[in-house]
């Protein structure tokens, strides 16, 4: 296997997973990669691994730069074993390696891998000289987890992002002009609401971090390189990690006979006359993860569940658990269904919308079957609820 080279003496050595189907219930059809960069110049460094069973493949592509024993640091922007998973394999491979990380990037590596690594701390503003290169380091908080930091090349106006601006898709393709924009944006998208979203309070404060930096390229880990729409997908991120939203309503539920998914339609119709495009969300027919992908940029979110055994159907508790732990913020919020004789159901999907931070419009609920007359009284009641919104 060969390396790609990115830059002059920088080298892409990760690993594709074609295969990958599931990444924590996050559903990924398109596989992933996993992203590591080597930099060779008087001194050699590698910044970050790969997942443990592809350590062969990084350990190859390597091979077709230089002899692996060469590398003087391995800096580990991320503890997460798809990222350090091959780390052992990368330090029998380079016994003189000194490993480069934050101090909670040091303390996690111990309590995964159970054992002291030769380490050199390093804290945002430091840096690493490799003799004609210099790497610098921002240390970003729980961007996704505590370890998380970002890397620097400033001659080469490179940032290795870590998960940020990340995707998950597999792809033969390295660049993000080598492949349709929109595919990559909306993959972009995707990673950014079902990983991202619910730390966007500290991906806005590393994006501040970096945002005097001169970035020519953006080498996330995972998916493609960032090297000629950098502006576009930064943009993107300052509107996902702000909260912009677009007027566009949401219309997620499961039905059991019928009559849910009849509230579903006819409030998707009241915010078409209202001027409110809409898409509609089967849970039976849609992951929750592609359902996410579309939350990061609409403001209406309407769930709607019948009422089953006094509780919700699963898929919609699965979802609104997923959207609860998710986060996203100033969104406007509507539960609807149907119901035989309890009705908890529509209650139970407006406290969790309430505890995700929503701002809730009036519940809506109907017995049994709707029949056209109600139905009418349904979407002339949400459109008076949208006058106001």
Excluded at 35 to 50: F, R, S
Excluded at 343 to 356: H, T
């Amino acid at each position: 296997m060969k390396a790609h080279e990115i830059k002059d003496g920088v080298y892409w050595v990760g690993a594709v997973d074609w295969n990958l189907r599931n990444f924590h219930g996050y559903d990924t059809p398109r596989g992933s990669s996993y992203n590591a960069y080597l930099v060779v110049a008087e001194k050699v460094a590698l910044i970050d691994t790969v997942k443990a069973p592809f350590a062969d493949d990084m350990l190859s592509r390597i091979a077709s730069v230089i002899d692996p024993a060469r590398i003087d640091y391995l800096v580990c922007n991320h503890v997460e074993m798809d990222h350090s998973g091959a780390i052992p394999r990368l330090l029998a491979a380079a016994p003189q390696a000194t490993v480069v990380a934050c101090a909670a990037g040091e303390k996690g590596l111990r309590e995964h891998y159970h054992r002291d690594f030769p380490c050199r701390l390093v804290k945002s503003g430091d840096r690493l000289e490799l003799g004609g290169k210099t790497l610098s380091f921002v240390t970003t908080p729980m961007v996704h987890w505590p370890d998380n930091m970002v890397s620097y090349l400033a001659e080469d106006g490179l940032l290795f992002s870590n998960d940020a601006f990340g995707q998950h898709y597999a792809s033969s393709e390295r660049f993000d002009d080598e492949l349709p924009l929109q595919l990559v944006l909306e993959e972009a998208q995707k990673y950014y609401g079902n990983i991202v979203l619910s730390y966007q309070v500290m991906v806005g404060k590393a994006m501040a971090s970096v945002a005097g930096l001169n970035i020519d390229i953006i080498a996330p880990s995972h998916g493609i390189v960032w090297r000629s729409h950098v502006p576009v997908i930064l943009e993107h991120y300052g509107r996902w990690t702000s909260n912009q939203t677009e007027p566009r309503a949401l219309i997620i539920y499961d039905t059991m006979w019928g009559s849910t998914e009849k509230l579903a339609r006819t409030i998707g119709d009241a915010f078409e006359n209202c001027g409110i495009p809409s898409r509609y969300f089967n849970l039976q027919h849609t992951h929750i993860s592609h359902v996410m992908t579309e939350v990061v940029a609409a403001r209406y979110i309407c769930v709607g569940s019948p009422t089953m055994n006094n509780s919700l159907l699963p898929s919609v508790a699965a979802f609104l658990t997923y959207l609860k732990a998710l986060s996203p913020k100033k969104r406007v919020g509507l539960a609807f269904g149907s119901y035989g004789w309890s009705g908890q159901s529509v209650d139970q999907v407006g406290e969790y919308l309430r505890d995700s931070g929503f701002e809730m419009m009036e519940p809506v609920r109907t017995k049994y079957i709707p029949d056209e007359e109600t139905l009418s009284k349904v979407r002339a009641e949400v459109e008076r609820m949208l006058e106001g919104k």
